[in-house]
Each structure stands twice: as C-alpha cells, then as structure tokens.
C-alpha cells in the first residue's frame, strides 16, 4: 500500500510538472520582450522594430524593449540574438546582409543563420532604384552598361559600405551584364547621395524610401527598380529585367528572428502577433509609403527566402571575389 501511494503521489507530481510547464508556456508572456536590432537608431531596421514593438506590446500584454547593438555590418547585434536564451523573450530585427550576404563575405562573421537563428515572420521587403543625377548623359541602363565598357575600371557606383544593399546591388549588376565597375564605399548612404548628385559618382543603387523624394524633387533621375515588378510609387520606372537585365531582383529584406530552439508554440504565436500587425491599416501605410512591399506569412515560408538568398549572395560574393576582414 505504502509502495502504491509514493507511485501514485510520484505521478501526481509529475503530472503537476508536466501541466506546469504547459501552463508556463500558454500564459507567454509573462515579462518583457526585447528586440535586438543590429543597426543604429534611427534608421528603416530600428524604425520597424519599434513599430512592430509597440503593435506586440499591445496584443500580447507585454511590453516590448528595442535594444540597438550596431557593429560589423550587423553581425554584433545578431550574433547576440543567437546567443541569447531560447525562450522567446530576446527576439531581433533579421537582415539580409548580416543573415544572408555575411557569411559569405567575412572571413569570422561569428554564427550560422540558419543553423543558430529561428525566422520567425518575414516583415517586408525593399527594392532599390537604380539613379543617376539629374543632368546625367545616362538616361537608361543600357547607357549604363555601354558606358562602362567605354570607360577604363568601368563606372563608379557608390554604397553605404561593403556588404549593404547598395553594395550588394552593384555586385549583382556586374555579375549579371559581365561588365567592370569600381565600388566607392561610404560611411553611410547619405554621403554617397550627396557625391552622386554633385557628380563624383556615376550612378548608384538606392532604397526606394529615400531615392524617391529626390527624384521628385529633380536631384535625381531614376532608371530602372530592382524588384520584379514596377512599384505603385513610380509606375513609369521599369524594372532592371524590362532595361535589358532579365532575371535580376533585388530587394533588402527584414523579419523578426530569435535564437535557434524556442518552442514551436511560442513561435507561433509571436508569428500571429506579426502577421496581425502587418495587417494594420496604418502600419501597411507606413510600409508603402515608402515603397516596400509587405511581408508576412510563415516561419517556414521566411527561412526558405533566408536560405535562397543565402545561396544567391554566396554565388555573387564568389565570382566577384569580394572579401571584408
């Protein structure tokens, strides 16, 4: 009888355990979030978090903390989001260049991405605008591409520093039309817009979000948008595949990502929580205009773009030799 009843209270509390941790998981969460951004404040990455935060807060319960870690082109701030504890409480803003160029072009970036990293929703991706300044002889890509055989080193086009959109962008159109170019980085894409517009660049790749209002306001001519389709924005630019680059996209992404191993069910609901704040009037506004394109949809549909991107850049990165230490 004695031996019956140490099972029996053995099983109850095991059971109490068990119902336990499922509780503990179902009333998640129970304390603060916070969301790493490998970026500084103030720009488009610390912009969305924040945004995406605050949407969270409210239909979570919880507050929700952004925490800038800027540094080697993104990889300080991620490297901390995949070493952070699994539970769902440090999440962080996923970028293409830290999650899908780095590892390819340092040498020690510190973490595999899709091995270290859980993705968690895709928030929105952002085409470029291939520009040139206003009063530019370039008046089409393929004025760009002729240029650069005509010209020794090829063209200038200018980036915010290795490994970025700009950059990256760049890479991708010498690899695409076998053609020579000479990259001039930045310390920010600010700078490299002021040395276009004064014609100490000749052309460059940049953000819809800032390209746009200086083309409006005639500092800039655009030629062609990087994505596969034209943008609501600026219907009259064509696309790079209808300038005579067929097959090229390019598109700076960002999602909401946390250490590799939080529980599924956690990841599903903070993956909810998204996709309802994407669905938000005013944050879909906020998203168009400036040109992106809004994410959304599964874990499983982000880490498959994670991973082709991940391919795509590594085949750039190679052929064009390009190495960051």
Not at 192 to 215: K, R, T
Not at 286 to 300: C, D, F, K, W, Y
Request: charged share 15%; proline share 7%; hydrophobic share 40%.
């Amino acid at each position: 009888m004695r031996r019956r009843t140490l099972i029996q209270a053995g099983a109850w509390s095991a059971a109490q355990g068990l119902w336990g941790v499922a509780r503990a998981q179902e009333s998640f969460p129970s304390k603060p979030i916070t969301i790493i951004v490998a970026f500084t404040a103030g720009g488009s990455a610390d912009q969305r978090a924040r945004q995406i935060g605050k949407f969270m807060s409210a239909d979570l319960g919880q507050s929700v903390i952004v925490e800038n870690r800027p540094g080697a082109g993104g990889n300080i701030g991620t490297l901390a989001i995949a070493r952070a504890k699994p539970d769902g409480y440090t999440l962080g803003i996923g970028n293409m260049a830290p999650m899908a160029v780095n590892p390819s072009l340092y040498k020690k970036s510190g973490f595999d991405p899709l091995k270290e990293l859980s993705m968690i929703a895709l928030l929105e991706r952002g085409p470029l605008m291939l520009v040139v300044k206003a009063d530019s002889p370039l008046r089409s890509v393929a004025d760009v591409i002729a240029a650069t055989k005509t010209k020794p080193g090829g063209l200038s086009f200018g980036s915010s520093g290795p490994g970025g959109a700009h950059h990256l962008s760049g890479e991708l159109f010498k690899s695409m039309t076998d053609t020579e170019m000479t990259h001039i980085p930045y310390k920010g894409g600010a700078a490299a817009v002021v040395d276009l517009i004064g014609g100490q660049l000749d052309f460059m790749f940049e953000p819809m979000y800032s390209a746009v209002p200086s083309v409006q306001a005639g500092r800039m001519r655009a030629l062609a948008i990087t994505s596969t389709s034209r943008s609501p924005m600026m219907p009259d630019v064509p696309t790079m595949a209808e300038s005579g680059v067929p097959g090229f996209e390019m598109e700076n992404w960002q999602g909401l990502i946390g250490p590799a191993g939080i529980p599924a069910n956690i990841v599903r609901q903070i993956n909810a929580s998204v996709n309802k704040a994407l669905a938000d009037p005013s944050i879909k506004a906020q998203m168009l205009s400036q040109g992106n394109v809004i994410g959304g949809g599964t874990p499983q549909q982000f880490e498959a773009l994670v991973r082709s991107e991940t391919a795509k850049w590594a085949e750039v990165v190679r052929h064009n030799k390009i190495a960051v230490q």
